[in-house]
């Protein structure tokens, strides 16, 4: 039988292609919704002087600084309101945004109270406000 190649002689390699495929750009992490940690509050009220409050479930929601919402004229505006309840009530709804105020509507009460201690450390967080006199 024939050889067609002499013994010492080896069959070529292969030529293979190292085809570099561009890396997937990564994708951009989502931006946080309304009522998680990290979503920026300033966006909804155009400043960065905000108080903000996480509840235990771990919901946050920012409004203005307590004592910043108070103006004589606004207390005219609420004079006739009857219980405590609808004054803060009243209270929260001037310093919280319409993004804040449906976070609020969210929120769920089968253990504790969340708005009243929203209110209450928000109230306490005042470190200016109405004083007899004013």
């Not at 919402?69 to 609808?86: A, E, G």
Request: hydrophobic content about 30%; charged content about 30%; glycine content about 6%.
């Amino acid at each position: 039988m024939p050889k067609d190649k002499p013994d010492n002689e080896t069959a070529p390699e292969p030529v293979t292609e190292t085809v570099t495929e561009p890396k997937p750009e990564p994708k951009p992490e989502p931006k946080p919704k309304p009522g998680a940690a990290g979503y920026d509050w300033a966006a909804q009220y155009n400043t960065d002087n905000l108080y903000v409050h996480t509840f235990p479930s771990g919901t946050v929601v920012a409004l203005k600084p307590f004592g910043s919402i108070y103006s004589k004229t606004w207390l005219y505006k609420i004079r006739t309101l009857q219980t405590d309840v609808d004054i803060e009530f009243a209270a929260i709804d001037r310093g919280a945004c319409d993004v804040a105020r449906e976070v609020l509507r969210t929120l769920d009460d089968s253990d504790g109270d969340p708005i009243d201690d929203l209110f209450k450390a928000w109230a306490a967080s005042a470190t200016e406000g109405l004083t007899p006199g004013e």
